[in-house]
């Protein structure tokens, strides 16, 4: 064994695939590129995220309690990456990088269309936001795009580099 830098240990964990996070405040959808997240609870199911306090869609998801979790394939990589290099501060993403937003049907931010899953969720937990931007989410209603399919996520490995999802194998399991 050789000494990692610490710097470098989130590279070896990072815990799922990169997807798109919607949000909506005062009428305006907002949508970022985010990382940091993995489920907690399977029914009804949980997600803990983590939303930096300086990107644009903290304050809305802090203060509206609504988000879409949108899961990319690899097709759209090029669109996922140039998201989350831009700020919704200064420009419309959903327009400039060409992404279709879709009403939800049980939370203001839209589904992204061209994602072959969404999310509806809904914040249910805030203690952690304060210390850590750590989100708990309630999803109350999931989407897929049956006319995508054995689409490939992307999973985030840090400075620029990703790694697509490969071969799927099956193991004995007694989860079902």
């Known amino acids: 064994m050789k000494a990692l830098p610490l710097s470098k240990v989130y590279q070896l964990l990072e815990p799922g695939p990169v997807v798109l996070l919607t949000t909506a405040?005062?009428?305006r959808a907002n949508v970022m590129t985010m990382s940091w997240h993995?489920?907690?609870e399977f029914e009804p199911p949980q997600v803990a995220?983590?939303?930096s306090s300086a990107n644009y869609s903290f304050a809305a998801l802090r203060d509206t309690g609504e988000c879409v979790?949108?899961?990319p394939a690899r097709k759209l990589a090029a669109k996922v990456v140039q998201v989350g290099n831009s700020s919704g501060r200064d420009v419309d993403k959903f327009t400039a990088f060409g992404l279709t937003k879709m009403p939800a049907a049980r939370v203001a931010p839209p589904l992204?269309?061209?994602c072959f899953a969404n999310l509806e969720c809904k914040v249910t937990d805030k203690l952690l936001v304060n210390k850590y931007n750590l989100f708990i989410l309630k999803v109350v209603?999931?989407?897929?795009d049956?006319?995508?399919k054995k689409p490939k996520t992307m999973h985030h490995q840090g400075y620029g580099k990703f790694v697509v999802d490969g071969?799927?194998?099956r193991l004995k399991s007694r989860m079902r």
């Open 167 to 169: 071969e799927t194998i």
């Open 49 to 51: 995220c983590v939303v």
């Open 146 to 148: 049956p006319t995508q």
């Open 38 to 40: 993995m489920m907690i």
């Open 25 to 27: 405040r005062n009428g």
């Open 141 to 144: 209603k999931a989407w897929s």
């Open 112 to 114: 992204v269309a061209d």
């Open 69 to 71: 979790i949108a899961v």
